[in-house]
């Protein structure tokens, strides 16, 4: 039964994340087509993160009562035909309208499916169930842009969104027969719920919950302005997608050796090297000048990223099992949510008033200031976990 919910999760959310993945290297290029300034951009980008961030914990916590299934194949179901809402919006002010309807379809659909996994994940086996399911996100966003840029340049814009519609609706169909609609008190049971104030006043998942935040809000502006950065040092569309899935393909072929590393090793070193790395990268992003310079700090932070990813959602199955598996992926995806929507905004007011360079400047300060704050919350707990091998002892 564990293989057959995690071989079906896994193809679901590669289909889904191939469809979101198609358009976006082209968002930026779309919404300024459509007279979008920086501020409008950031504002169309954080429309999605902003649904998502409000109703992802709900979405969770109710899945918890109520199952997976349900949450996962409606919102599937709804990404397929918001998908085709896209070509229709001829204003900024209808994209961000379509933008917002579709990041509520979204919080019902990764969160929760990360959830699902969380509660089949086996004991000291977290980081390895993580690990290998967020392959399947990152992959499909990886070979979006490839596939995005070769509809749009063969076929138009239009297209691009019919293919996200499409790869979204073979999502549903496959979760739809063959996901097992299995309830969460039959896999995994807990005492009584504990609130979402309370889950935030346990440090470990405090110091997660705000170095999700903060280091979000520091990488949420990339893939809105690094074509925008890349046409500024002559990099055309089609080469920034490169850089954008080689970042992502990094990413991705990184997170199950990493998941295994957290399996082994201390979590918190993990998430700490990992991150820091990134935030350093972020800071050297103004200074490359060409198209290979530009891929090669991309794979650092590609590097980066898959150092500290697999063993953050590990230590968060390791708490959602005891608080609440539904509600604190989907709190973890909501903080993720709060920099999705900040940086974007805060990028674009940055790019109109300063330039573009100093975006990425900002966006490693604040990347290295997360990696700050988690190691201030969690050091105690890290300090209890020394012994390689063993699991949290939360």
Known sequence: MRRRIFNVLFISAFAAMLGLGIIAPLMPIYAKNLGATGIWLGIIFSGFSLTRA??????????????RKGFITSG?????????????????????AVRLIHGLASAMVVPVAMAYIGDIAEKRKEGRYMGT????????????????GFINDSFGIAPVFYAMAGFTAIAFLISLVFLPDVRYSRIRKIGNPISFVGIFK????????????????GRGGIMAFLPIFGAKIDINPSLVGIIVSSHIFL?????RPAGRLADRYNKFFLVLIGSGVAGAALLLTPFTRNFLQLLFIASIMGLGGAVSMPPSYAITVEMGKRLGMGASMGLFNTATGVGMIT???????????????PVFFLSGVISLFGTSVFCYYVRECWKATQDVGKSLEL
């Open 133 to 148: 399911f967020n392959m399947a996100l990152l992959l499909g966003m990886g070979a979006g842009p490839f596939l995005g």
């Open 251 to 255: 990413l991705a072929l990184l997170q």
């Open 343 to 357: 940086a974007p905004i805060l990028s674009g007011i940055i790019m109109d008033i300063l330039g573009i360079r």
């Open 202 to 217: 346990n440090n470990i998942m405090k110091g997660l919950l705000l170095y999700n935040a903060i280091s979000s809000m």
């Open 76 to 96: 599937l179901l709804s990404y397929s035909l918001i998908s085709l809402l896209y070509p229709l919006a001829t204003k900024v002010y209808s994209l961000t």
């Open 54 to 67: 409000i109703f992802m914990p709900i979405i969770g916590r109710l899945s918890d009562k109520k199952g």
